[in-house]
């Protein structure tokens, strides 16, 4: 399987962020991500759940239907990506979490209901309506966009299920904000997709907000 892998330089081992892309795969934008995560003091890895799959849209299909049904292969590949990142060099197998947007934020949550994770970051994912599914999540710092149409109030449905499992957390609805406001998208489907009930669009404030609150978070609880 493919990733990308940023460990950041220096002695002593550091924990570990897996970072799970958005539907578009893994591309330069996960890798700039995965790099800004490494910019915290984490050894980031971003896997490719599409790679060796065949066609990119039956992929995305399959990867889809497995986050709905909570089970499949795209949980096996995170746990080989987990497997792979705690025996690398300078990284405490001991401390991993993870990161992940749109549709890794969705697979980030439920992943962390299996895997001995310390905290993650869930960036505009889809929050299960079945709040039985979440039983088990590790601390989460999640952040979703108020003009996001397609995820309207789930940044507080989560923050209301955590609280009620007595998880650690801290949500944000950023008001100003759509779907991926972390990611720099261009061309002609991110124009298009920007004037769409998800107002997909980078917002370099709440993006600059939000890293700084998963980086005292991680660092509460990944050290």
């Known amino acids: 399987m493919r990733a990308a892998i940023a460990i950041p330089q220096g002695a002593g081992a550091?924990?570990?962020?897996?970072?799970?892309?958005?539907?578009?795969?893994?591309?330069?934008?996960?890798?700039?991500?995965?790099?800004?995560?490494?910019?915290?003091?984490?050894?980031?890895?971003?896997?490719?759940?599409?790679d060796g799959y065949g066609m990119k849209l039956i992929c995305i299909a399959q990867t889809i239907r497995a986050l709905r049904a909570g089970t499949g292969r795209p949980f096996d590949d995170l746990d080989a990506a987990r497997n792979f990142?705690?025996?690398?060099?300078?990284?405490?197998?001991?401390k991993i979490g993870a990161i992940g947007f749109c549709l890794g934020g969705g697979f980030a949550l439920l992943y962390a209901t299996r895997a001995p994770l310390g905290a993650i970051a869930p960036f505009y994912g889809e929050v299960p309506k079945d709040e039985t599914r979440l039983k088990g999540v590790c601390p989460t710092v999640a952040s979703f966009?108020?003009?996001?149409?397609?995820?309207?109030?789930?940044?507080?449905?989560?923050?209301?299920?955590?609280?009620?499992?007595g998880v650690d957390h801290d949500?944000?609805?950023y008001p100003d904000s759509g779907h991926s406001f972390m990611s720099q998208h261009s061309g002609a489907l991110a124009t298009i997709a920007s004037y769409g009930p998800m107002k997909v669009?980078?917002?370099?404030?709440?993006?600059?907000?939000?890293?700084?609150?998963?980086?005292?978070?991680?660092?509460r609880h990944l050290g």
Do not use: C
């Open 145 to 165: 966009g108020g003009k996001d149409g397609m995820l309207t109030g789930q940044g507080e449905r989560l923050d209301r299920i955590l609280s009620g499992m």
């Open 201 to 219: 669009g980078y917002n370099a404030a709440d993006s600059e907000d939000a890293w700084r609150r998963v980086d005292a978070f991680f660092k």
């Open 14 to 50: 550091r924990p570990g962020v897996i970072v799970i892309h958005e539907i578009f795969g893994l591309n330069d934008d996960i890798r700039r991500l995965a790099g800004r995560v490494a910019d915290l003091g984490y050894a980031a890895l971003a896997p490719d759940l599409y």
């Open 85 to 94: 990142l705690q025996k690398q060099p300078g990284v405490d197998a001991s």
């Open 171 to 173: 949500v944000k609805t």
